[in-house]
């Protein structure tokens, strides 16, 4: 009798890679949900979708470590699942105008210094240069995400708790400067492999 061989699983449908896939569906759900700005339920079932897909941004990273399921797919869909969340989230709530006034600003640099670093990325995989993810980098998206988290919740989350939108704006004013600082940490990293760069 032939005995065939067990089907070894796809490293594409891992758990790591998975809840990556989780937080790139979940992009288009919350930002559905924030075209009803007024509508205290859709607010609610928006932050409930964007605190889900933000434990995922740790979860992922754990299993990936823990269970050894680290794969070039998933290093490259992490940080753009990553950037697609917030980036979405800040475009929906400047369009609500919960985001607005010199707030505007926090937001700018957070998307700019975003693009910037993902092009040096980009430059630097040619020079086969990595430029690893720092620890106050690290601080900066918890940040994030958490001042996107009270602002997605907006004034509904002021039915439960008072000054929400004012904590989200404080906390993404202090994410914007953590994300100047990293920005340059990483421009001046960058910028030297691409001034040595015989090309």
């Not at 758990?15 to 609610?44: K, Q, S």
């Not at 989230?89 to 937001?107: E, F, G, P, Y």
């Not at 039915?159 to 400067?177: D, S």
């Amino acid at each position: 009798m032939t005995v065939l061989p067990l089907r070894r699983r796809s490293p594409a449908w891992t758990l790591a890679n998975c809840l990556t896939y989780g937080r790139l569906v979940a992009v288009p759900v919350v930002v559905a949900l924030l075209y009803w700005p007024d509508e205290h339920a859709a607010r609610f079932a928006a932050l409930g979708v964007f605190i889900a897909a933000a434990i995922t941004d740790y979860l992922d990273g754990y299993v990936a470590r823990t269970y050894d399921q680290s794969s070039a797919l998933g290093r490259m869909l992490d940080p753009i699942a990553d950037k697609l969340l917030v980036a979405a989230c800040l475009l929906m709530l400047v369009a609500d105008k919960t985001i607005h006034d010199w707030s505007l600003w926090a937001a700018i640099v957070i998307l700019c210094r975003e693009i910037l670093v993902s092009g040096l990325r980009e430059y630097l995989a040619e020079l086969k240069v990595s430029l690893p993810v720092s620890r106050v980098a690290k601080w900066k998206t918890t940040l994030q995400l958490v001042a996107i988290g009270f602002l997605v919740a907006g004034k509904a989350g002021e039915t439960i708790l008072p000054h929400t939108v004012f904590a989200g704006e404080t906390l993404l004013w202090v994410a914007a400067a953590l994300t100047l600082y990293t920005g340059y940490d990483y421009m001046k990293a960058g910028i030297r492999h691409v001034i040595d760069d015989p090309r």
